[in-house]
Nanobody
Framework: QVHLVESGGGLVQAGGSLRLSCAAS????????MGWYRQAPGKQREWVAS???????SFADSVKGRFTISRDNAKKTVYLQMNSLKPEDTAVYYC?????????WGQGTQVTVSS
C-alpha cells in the first residue's frame, strides 16, 4: 500500500521559512517524479515544484527564487524548503509521486502565512 505522509506545515509570519517533508512508502521512490502542489481556500489545486528521478527541478513562477525542492532517495523523502513566505502562500500543501501510469497523493499539510 502506498503512503505519502507530509509534515512540517504550520503558522509562520510573512518573510519567514518552513521546510516541508514528504515520506513515501510502498513505491519505488527513486524512479518517481516527486512534486508539491497546493490548494488555497476557494481555489483549484496548483502545481508548486517538481523534482525528477534524475534530480532535475522545476518551479511555478510564483515561487521561483523562494522555494527549493530536494530529495533523499535513501530516506524516500522529498523536501520543500520555503523561504520569504508571503500570505498568498497560505494553502494546504500536497505531496505527489508520479511514475506512469501511477499517480499518488498525500493527505496534505497546512501552511499559514500571517501578514
Amino acid at each position: 500500500q502506498v503512503h505519502l505522509v507530509e509534515s512540517g506545515g504550520g503558522l509562520v509570519q510573512a518573510g519567514g521559512s518552513l521546510r516541508l517533508s514528504c515520506a513515501a512508502s510502498g513505491i519505488i521512490f527513486s524512479i518517481n517524479t516527486m512534486g508539491w502542489y497546493r490548494q488555497a481556500p476557494g481555489k483549484q489545486r496548483e502545481w508548486v515544484a517538481s523534482i525528477t528521478s534524475g534530480g532535475r527541478t522545476s518551479f511555478a513562477d510564483s515561487v521561483k527564487g523562494r522555494f527549493t525542492i530536494s530529495r533523499d532517495n535513501a530516506k524516500k523523502t522529498v523536501y520543500l524548503q520555503m523561504n520569504s513566505l508571503k500570505p498568498e502562500d497560505t494553502a494546504v500543501y500536497y505531496c505527489n509521486a508520479f511514475y506512469i501510469p501511477n499517480d499518488y497523493w498525500g493527505q496534505g499539510t497546512q501552511v499559514t502565512v500571517s501578514s
